[in-house]
């Protein structure tokens, strides 16, 4: 009975904090509109919102309703996700489009167990449409709520752990049973974790949760969850060779099916595990303009950029810059482009 009580004043705290201290973001309008919460999601995953900010509109306004995404070519929704990173996701939410059209009449589903039948939907973004768009009871748990669960219970434990993700769930679903409007809740509860609870710089003095908080009580915010041991991250060499014709076009070649960037773009590139590739294998004349470092959740990528002319363009074709601005091309291919053309 006192924890539900207290699941009671927690949710009833969050909502009411919620109301005046959410920030204002394109996708928070009601009522809420279930293929832009989708996209937003989606784009989310994984990504700081001041980048899926300057995303989220134009990706819209190129895709601006779910049968226009689920209509569109693979390449032009990788070129629209250009900058977000794991585009994984973007191919995801293009199958997940055209699932919701072939199976769904273009309708996003409402009950979590058809929404987790789709390509790219877990239970944390079902949880998210269900109770955000439909209002419905249903709890959600990302790496914010994990961490504010942990603090509020003052729950020690790796923030990563099976076990522990699975107590969040339980927890959530507590407070999600407990609230007025679970929509609400669920997205206090992951806005506290993103401003106020935060990893860092904790902000205890502005947390309407405060008097409930176990961590808060014990003095061990900043040691609860306890940081996360660092997989070590491997190496990768690469050698991109920028060939560019009498027209002005830049050759380039789109990536393999599987692994790192997979399907996007790159001028052409060699890729070594254990070492930087030879001059043999570049081009005895090649010339190195630019090297750089870039770093991927998985690995640290070494970039040497060479200026090259006789280079072999089989699979390969020469791009305008006009097309290469629609191409899905990472970050990291990105910076090499840049280094020519800046
Ligand atoms: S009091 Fe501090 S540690 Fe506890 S939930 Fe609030 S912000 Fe997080």
Redesign the pocket.
């Known amino acids: 009975m006192a924890d539900r009580r207290r699941a009671k004043s927690i949710s009833t705290a969050l909502e009411s904090w919620f109301a005046h201290a959410a920030r204002d973001l394109p996708w928070r309008f009601e009522p809420r509109d279930p293929y832009m919460s989708l996209v937003s999601e989606l784009m989310l995953q994984q990504t700081q919102v001041s980048r899926v900010l300057e995303k989220f509109e134009p990706f819209l306004e190129r895709f601006p309703s779910i049968e226009d995404l689920a209509n569109a070519d693979e390449a032009d929704v990788l070129s629209e996700w250009s900058g977000l990173g794991y585009y994984r996701r973007a191919r995801m939410l293009h199958a997940c489009a055209q699932a919701i059209v072939e199976q769904h009449d273009g309708e996003v589903p409402r009950d979590v167990e058809s929404l987790c039948a789709l390509p790219g939907i877990g239970r944390y973004t079902a949880g998210a449409i269900a109770s955000m768009v439909y209002g419905d009871r249903e709890p959600l748990v990302d790496g914010n709520v994990v961490r ?1 669960m942990q ?2 219970h003052n729950n020690p434990d790796q923030q990563n752990d099976p076990k522990t993700v699975k107590w969040a769930w339980e927890n959530a679903t507590e407070l999600v049973e407990a609230s007025e409007e679970p929509g609400v809740l669920n997205e206090a509860l992951m806005e ?1 974790g993103a401003t ?2 935060t990893p860092k710089r ?3 003095d ?5 008097k ?2 176990k ?2 009580d014990a003095g061990t ?1 900043e040691s ?1 969850p306890p940081p996360k041991p660092r997989a070590k991250r491997k190496e990768l060499f690469c050698a991109s060779v920028v060939c560019i014709d009498s027209k002005d076009r830049v050759l380039m070649e789109q990536r393999g099916e599987d692994g790192l960037w997979a399907r996007m773009w790159q001028v052409p590139t060699i890729e070594r595990e254990d070492r930087a590739p030879t001059t043999e294998e570049i081009g005895d004349t090649a010339e190195l303009i630019d090297s750089f470092v870039h770093q991927t959740t998985h690995r640290i990528v070494r970039f040497d950029v060479y200026r090259f002319d006789e280079i072999s363009t089989r699979d390969r074709s020469f791009k305008s810059r006009s097309q290469i601005d629609r191409l899905g091309i990472s970050n990291a291919q990105m910076k090499v482009l840049t280094s020519v053309f800046e």
């Open positions: 504010v603090r509020l506290l106020v609870c904790i902000r205890c502005q947390c309407p949760v405060q409930h908080c961590a808060f915010t609860v």
